[in-house]
């Protein structure tokens, strides 16, 4: 059974401070590797899809990397407007799109 | 595009009662998805249609809940009868899914329902 784990599960960081947020899975067959973001009150808002290990891709301030069992999102400087909780979400192969969510990474950035 | 529809925003309903729970994928998209987000249980997958085809409901909890897609612009989830442990924020999305590559799903703003 696919699974995905995030960790840790609430961060807290000053303005400024850099860290990585880290998504365990386990797929038989990775077709795709997503992050989202979820601010409260709303859905989640696509970030990133990474394909294969190796593989990374940045936005703004925040950085996708992704192995063969884990990916990690690195928020570099992070301001309060990246507070949220930032979720993980594989694919399998053969899926149909279907995406099996962790159970996310609560960060609350303060000024 | 405005991006997945969802409505009622907020539904409130007596233990018993039937919900109906609607969405409107993006335009063009082909699959859509219902997931369900609680706190003890994050984000479940209920069902996905591809094409207007339910293709896996294995997340459906139980007979009460049923979902269907009549056309490719309307999905509609419905709980009958209601139970509170139903409460929950129900999300729809939709992607563009092709047989040799991906596309992220877009999420609709939920709705939030509370049976009491």
């Known amino acids: 059974e696919d699974q995905v784990t995030q960790s840790p599960e609430a961060l807290r960081l000053q303005e400024g401070e850099s860290s990585s947020l880290n998504c365990s899975y386990t797929v038989s067959g990775l077709r795709g590797l997503f992050w989202y973001r979820q601010d409260p009150g709303k859905g989640p808002e696509f970030l990133f899809t990474?394909?294969?290990a190796g593989e990374e891709k940045e936005k703004e301030r925040l950085k996708a990397t992704l192995t063969k069992k884990e990916s990690f999102l690195h928020i570099t400087a992070p301001k309060p407007e990246d507070s949220a909780t930032y979720l993980c979400?594989?694919?399998?192969?053969?899926?149909?799109?279907?995406?099996?969510f962790g159970a996310g990474t609560q960060v609350v950035v303060t000024p | 595009d405005a991006g997945v529809i969802q409505s009622p925003r907020h539904e409130v309903t007596e233990m018993g009662q039937e919900v109906t729970l609607r969405c409107k994928p993006i335009?063009?998209?082909?699959?859509l998805f219902w997931y369900r987000q609680t706190m003890m249980r994050g984000l479940e997958l209920l069902i996905y249609?591809?094409?207007?085809?339910?293709?896996?409901d294995s997340g459906m909890p139980e007979d009460r809940f049923s979902a269907k897609m009549p056309n490719a612009s309307f999905s509609t989830l419905k709980i009958q009868p209601s139970e509170p442990r139903d409460s929950a924020v129900y999300f729809c999305a939709s992607s563009l899914d092709r047989a040799i590559s991906t596309n992220e799903a877009f999420f609709g703003q939920g709705t939030r329902l509370t049976v009491v």
């Open positions: 990474l394909y294969s």
């Open positions: 979400a594989v694919q399998a192969s053969g899926s149909w799109g279907k995406l099996q």
């Open positions: 335009s063009g998209h082909n699959s």
């Open positions: 249609f591809n094409n207007n085809v339910p293709i896996d």
